[in-house]
């Protein structure tokens, strides 16, 4: 059993930037899965926004993110990174990690069911 607690979010401007932290513990070891980050704004779906796969050397991102969002990983840490820039009133969501303990090597999957273990969420609001 993997147990994921994010952390970071805030109340923030737009143009601040952000970054949010997914800590895991328990179950498989943690540099042996991939971890991806899902956003969920009130009333719409939760969705995928960026991906990392077990040995940090494969990312990708949603299309509406790139150039913004980053991520990586420090697996001597069992921890997971989401480092967002020129935040926008848009970007205000729920941001959740998971982790996908069944993707292979350097494939980072785009949807929630795939993912097995989720994070309680982290709130990010973006002022205008």
């Known amino acids: 059993q993997v147990q994921l607690v994010e952390s970071g979010g805030r109340l923030v401007q737009t143009g601040d930037s952000l970054t949010l932290s997914c800590a895991a513990s328990?179950?498989?070891?943690?540099?042996?899965?991939?971890v991806g980050w899902f956003r969920q704004a009130p009333g719409k779906e939760r969705t995928f926004v960026a991906g990392?796969?077990?040995?940090?050397?494969?990312?990708d991102f949603v299309d509406s993110v790139k150039g913004r969002f980053s991520i990586s990983r420090d697996n001597a840490k069992n921890t997971v990174y989401l480092r967002i820039n020129s935040l926008r009133p848009e970007d205000t969501a729920v941001y959740y990690c998971a982790a996908d303990t069944q993707a292979p090597a350097r494939v980072i999957r785009t949807i929630a069911d795939a993912y097995r273990y989720w994070g309680q969420g982290t709130q990010v609001t973006v002022s205008s």
């Open positions: 328990g179950g498989r070891t943690f540099g042996t899965y991939a």
């Open positions: 990392i796969d077990w040995s940090g050397g494969t990312t």
